[in-house]
């Protein structure tokens, strides 16, 4: 698969798609067109991949958004440069398949904005989280106010940017900000490991935990329980479904813990 930008390099490896952040001389900040590449990559996932890995070069995974390629922007323009990261960011969350991010360094601003738009966040000890925004007089505005508080609540959030606060690794897993954590150096190799897991998995199965069980959260208890009976009753009448459990039952399949 061809590269998608100088800042961006793309490997297919068996079923795995391997998406890496190639602009470490500024540690990986986001510029419009790095962003839309990202888009680019994850709307043509080729046929075969069952799981993509994201990672970066150097010893960061994103500094965030590249302001020293802000331009002055009215507000009509503002409002459109945020919504074309929710667009894209929304492709990553909301694509063909599950989404694996290997931080490190910094992963900061918009570089957590994007590592929240993934399915499993495996954090390399060197990382640590920070939303300066606050710092800065503006907004987050690629879908941290309504991915973050999902994974490590709306307070936790308001006070990384109330207070400029740098979140740890090791804080970080237990705050929800990662799955994962794995020793510096090692964190691709985990990543690539998990990512392998998730690709063995039925189709529909990840097709539920990537576009369902979100709505189901967003959803009353009346309302998700009804997508949960119907996107039970869709995945188990699948042949795959009802041949892994043959599997299972006689035998063939591996128990829990093994």
């Known amino acids: 698969m061809a590269d998608q930008s100088k800042w961006l390099n793309v490997e297919e490896r068996d079923d795995l798609l391997l998406v890496q952040l190639t602009r470490p001389e500024k540690r990986n900040a986001i510029n419009d067109t790095l962003l839309l590449s990202l888009e680019a990559v994850f709307s043509t996932v080729p046929e075969g991949v069952k799981c993509a890995v994201l990672y970066a070069e150097g010893p960061h995974f994103s500094a965030g958004l590249d302001l020293s390629e802000l331009q002055e ?41 994007i590592a929240s738009a993934c399915h499993i966040r495996v954090a390399e000890q060197s990382t640590f989280y920070a939303l300066p925004e606050g ?34 690794a090791d804080e970080g897993i237990w705050m929800g900000l990662s799955q994962y954590l794995a020793l510096d150096g090692d964190g691709l190799t985990k990543g690539i490991e998990l990512a392998t897991k998730i690709a063995q998995n039925a189709p529909m199965t990840n097709y539920a935990l990537m576009h369902v069980l979100p709505r189901i959260a967003d959803s009353t208890q009346s309302e998700g329980l009804l997508l949960e009976s119907l996107m039970a009753t869709i995945a188990q009448s699948s042949p795959e479904a009802k041949q892994r459990l043959r599997d299972f039952l006689e035998g063939r399949a591996k128990k829990v813990g093994e």
Not at 75 to 88: A, D, K, N, P, Q
Not at 101 to 109: E, P, T
Not at 138 to 149: D, Q
């Open 73 to 113: 922007r009215d507000v009509i323009e503002g409002l459109h440069h945020s919504r074309m990261w929710h667009r894209v960011l929304d492709r990553i969350q909301f694509g063909t398949v599950p989404v694996v991010a290997v931080l490190k360094g910094a992963c900061v601003g918009g570089g957590l904005e």
């Open 135 to 168: 710092q800065r007089g503006i907004f987050v505005g690629g879908g941290a106010s309504v991915r973050l508080p999902k994974l490590i609540g709306m307070a936790r959030m308001a006070d990384m940017m109330f207070t400029g606060r740098v979140i740890s």
